[in-house]
């Protein structure tokens, strides 16, 4: 049984933060039409009970006259976050909440991503960087 500390720790110490560029927004729909129109356009569709929630590039809500008053920014933690590893969403979060930071986590089979309103998207990075640094000492 791996050392679960220390697979998070490996984790942190690699996450790697980058800034994805763009903004996106938050649709939810229950409209057939309006979700087949964006969510080819989607980087991330999530099926609700309320409808499908898609996270697209701020144009194109905007182009679809959709909700665009919270912007996000999106931070790629390049590091392979195993779908069993354990600690990783914990430490981020924490740390962008121990700065007012609110955030979205959404992990993939490759990494996590994390979603910060656009106009905290530079403090964010900064925390994350900072979090990695003090992992790796």
């Not at 229950?30 to 499908?52: H, Q, R, Y």
Request: hydrophobic share 45%; charged share 20%.
């Amino acid at each position: 049984m791996p050392d679960i500390a220390h697979t998070a720790f490996e984790m942190i110490s690699g996450m790697t933060p980058v800034m994805r560029p763009g903004d996106f927004v938050f649709v939810t729909s229950d409209d057939p039409d309006l979700v087949a129109s964006l969510s080819s356009k989607a980087i991330s569709t999530f099926k609700e009970d309320e409808g499908m929630s898609m996270l697209v590039p701020i144009e194109v809500a905007e182009k679809s006259m959709q909700n665009i008053d919270h912007p996000m920014r999106c931070i790629t933690l390049n590091v392979f976050s195993s779908l069993e590893g354990v600690g990783l969403t914990a430490a981020v979060a924490t740390a962008l909440g121990d700065n007012a930071i609110p955030c979205n986590m959404i992990a993939a089979f490759h990494h996590d991503h994390v979603f910060i309103p656009s106009e905290k998207s530079d403090e964010a990075l900064a925390v994350l960087i900072s979090l990695q640094n003090q992992a790796t000492k």
